[in-house]
């Protein structure tokens, strides 16, 4: 069981994992180890997600998520398959823990009398400076 909130528990069978090899540095050890996994959860199959979850999931931004609606996430930061299999998990949780909390509506803010006061006061000093780098004029 992953526990992403309190209310959102994701059982180990909706996740398929699969074992594949490491890319990078590591020497003749990456080369027959297979340490790195990687997770696959499918979001339209999924059982403990409610219809709303789902469709704000299938509509959220994110590389990891396939038009499918699969969340693929691949781990290979260690050199161990058990710890790959946690960090993986816990980035599955992290995903759907921010794509499923909703989002604080934004409200329009007036920047405040100084700050526009300091913004006038900055263009009037930098219109002298450029006015200051001008040829002077022909009008004597």
Not at 47 to 56: D, F, G, R, T
Request: net charge positive.
């Amino acid at each position: 069981m992953i526990e992403v909130t309190q209310k959102l528990v994701i059982p180990e069978d909706e996740i398929s994992w699969s074992a594949i090899r490491a890319a990078g540095p590591g020497g003749q050890h990456v080369n027959k180890v297979s340490s790195a996994v990687q997770l696959r959860f499918d979001i339209e199959q999924s059982a403990v997600l409610s219809a709303e979850q789902k469709v704000v999931l299938r509509n959220y931004r994110d590389q990891r998520i396939t038009r499918d609606g699969v969340i693929v996430i691949r781990s290979q930061e260690s050199r161990s398959q058990p710890r790959n299999r946690e960090i993986a998990l816990a980035r599955l949780a992290d995903l759907l823990r921010t794509a499923l909390t909703p989002q604080r509506p934004r409200h329009k803010t007036r920047p405040t009398a100084a700050s526009v006061k300091r913004r006038m006061e900055d263009k009037k000093q930098k219109a002298r400076v450029k006015a200051s780098r001008r040829p002077p004029s022909e009008s004597s």
